[in-house]
């Protein structure tokens, strides 16, 4: 127990105590099952909770005692009491929310998965003016993203290569100190495979060096593809500990510089007149690339119907909602066996980004994001990525992988029928007044508490609730339940949000989350708050329940 004072006016103070809660009535009346009745809970008592209630079948006696050793208060004890156990339930370390182990089939084409995907990985902040680092890089490949991109430029001899967003202010960052930082992080996160997506306006002469120094850099964690064309995409698995190239040709480049120059405020008119006397690549560096790459040159349609060898397309958010309205199915089947990549339009000069589920429900792997932005959209990108142990592969729905027996594809504009419903509850949080100063949310009182909670998914899903509101109170309980009834589960991200409410101005942020619904764990689970850059909170938890009907 503590006080928090609050001076008002500067002329008197207001005292608060801050009491932590007792366990929910539904803890309670679990211990108590659990138990069978008694005071305290056995190893075995716990296994069987934890097997019954949590749905963990694959723990063991072993796994029950050792829980019961990090968690007891008091050494002598040889069981949980209720506190112990309302302790346990709060521990994000023993009772996470999520599976934290790779687990999806890995053996399948990159094809089949979703890919976390950066887009000018190398801005530090807005498209126009920003620096250019290796640090945004080094950032992206801590949180686990699978794919970096790189745009490259001669530098001002024409001699070397720089990584900059051409014809902006950009400040620019060679090439070969982004390759190094590349090297050093590509596999902190994750094993699985490294892709850096070039897009480069270079001449045949500064291609080669690239080639070199790629080489030089990377050496062996370098995959060189055994064949120019390719009809199926290796997998994950064969590609562990291995870094991949994709690009497209000069001539694709200057094709598209018009259009390009447009969406992106960049120009490419530099070096065309030389590279379209001369578009042949370098050897050295086509033999380099892994998954070819392009940009539509006629009508979009034709792009997606074209049949042979593998690749991958790009597309900008608006041409992909424009794809997705005329030609759905022709989106979809594409993406069964070709790469789609997404990114943002041109006018995101802040590094916005756009709602990602536009192109996961018609199976584009490569949604890009400006790492670098915040917001909503970009929490929904880590929420989806928080699946399958982190590792930056998520494997698609087998309905966006197969045809159906009329040759059909999924549409994510149909209405399905409920497949089933995932009923939440919130009972408290807590860790603000650890996290944070007694003055950050009110000036004169403790903070009023609010939980928004929603479903990102596809048009039938989405769906919106909230919390009534606690007012002063540091440790707020709630202790109300939702339920949100799901046509498509596998597609769905469940996403938390706490407000601080302020009957004068926008409400204050108090932490958020995202969840992918396929990978929650039921029963009562410990769930930890982000930041609005999607850095963890050292204390800031809620307690909530996840169950399926």
Not at 1 to 29: G, L, W
Not at 401 to 408: A, H, L, V, Y
Not at 445 to 462: E, R, T
Request: aromatic share 10%; with cysteine.
């Amino acid at each position: 127990m503590a006080t928090h004072n609050y001076k008002v006016f500067s002329c008197f103070n207001r005292k608060f105590t801050i009491t932590e809660p007792k366990p929910p009535p539904d803890v309670q009346k679990a211990f108590s099952e659990f138990s069978d009745g008694a005071s305290s809970m056995s190893a075995e008592h716990l296994l069987r909770f934890l097997a019954e209630h949590q749905g963990e079948v694959d723990c063991t006696v072993s796994d029950s005692e050792q829980i019961l050793q990090q968690s007891r208060k008091e050494d002598g004890e040889t069981g949980f009491d209720l506190h112990d156990f309302f302790h346990f339930l709060q521990e994000n370390d023993l009772n996470v929310p999520l599976k934290s182990q790779v687990h999806h089939d890995m053996n399948a084409p990159i094809s089949h998965y979703f890919i976390y995907t950066g887009h000018n990985s190398y801005l530090t902040g807005n498209q126009l003016s920003s620096d250019c680092s290796d640090a945004p890089i080094i950032k992206a490949l801590q949180r686990g993203v699978r794919v970096i991109e790189l745009d490259l430029w001669p530098n001002s001899n024409k001699d070397d290569i720089d990584v900059v967003h051409g014809r902006t202010l950009t400040t620019p960052v060679s090439l070969l100190r982004c390759l190094k930082s590349i090297k050093e992080y590509a596999f902190v996160k994750s094993q699985y495979p490294l892709v850096i997506t070039l897009e480069d306006h270079l001449t045949p002469d500064l291609q080669a060096k690239v080639a070199k120094m790629a080489t030089q850099v990377f050496g062996e964690l370098l995959h060189y593809p055994q064949t120019d064309s390719l009809t199926e995409f290796p997998s994950p698995e064969s590609l562990k500990g291995r870094i991949l190239i994709s690009t497209k040709p000069p001539k694709e480049f200057l094709e598209s510089s018009e259009k390009e120059s447009a969406e992106e405020v960049s120009s490419l008119r530099e070096n065309a007149d030389e590279q379209r006397t001369d578009n042949k690549r370098a050897p050295e560096y086509k033999r380099l690339i892994t998954i070819h790459a392009g940009k539509p040159k006629g009508e979009i349609q034709d792009e997606l119907k074209a049949a042979g060898n593998v690749r991958r397309l790009s597309l900008s958010e608006q041409a992909l909602e424009k794809a997705s309205e005329s030609y759905g199915a022709d989106v979809v089947r594409f993406t069964h066996n070709n790469i789609l990549r997404v990114y943002p339009k041109g006018t995101r000069l802040n590094s916005s980004n756009y709602k990602p589920h536009i192109g996961w429900t018609y199976g584009a792997q490569m949604v890009a994001f400006n790492m670098q932005g915040h917001g909503k959209s970009l929490w929904y990108m880590q929420g989806m990525f928080r699946s399958n142990g982190g590792c930056g592969y998520v494997k698609k729905p087998n309905f966006l992988i197969q045809k159906g027996p009329q040759d059909e594809v999924f549409d994510p504009k149909i209405a399905l029928p409920v497949k089933k419903t995932l009923k939440v509850k919130v009972y408290l949080g807590k860790g603000w007044s650890l996290d944070f100063s007694p003055s950050d949310f009110d000036s004169y009182s403790p903070p009023d508490f609010y939980v928004k909670v929603c479903i990102v998914g596809v048009p039938a899903d989405m769906i919106k609730k909230k919390t009534s509101v606690i007012s002063n109170n540091w440790f707020p309980v709630w202790n109300e339940e939702f339920d949100f009834p799901l046509t498509v589960p596998e597609l769905a991200l469940l996403g938390i949000e706490v407000r601080e409410d302020d009957k004068h101005q926008k409400d204050d942020f108090g932490g958020q989350t995202c969840l992918p619904v396929s990978e929650l764990k039921s029963g009562f689970r410990s769930v930890p708050l982000y930041d609005e850059k999607g850095d963890k909170y050292k204390s800031v938890k809620l307690l909530m329940r996840f169950q399926f009907r």
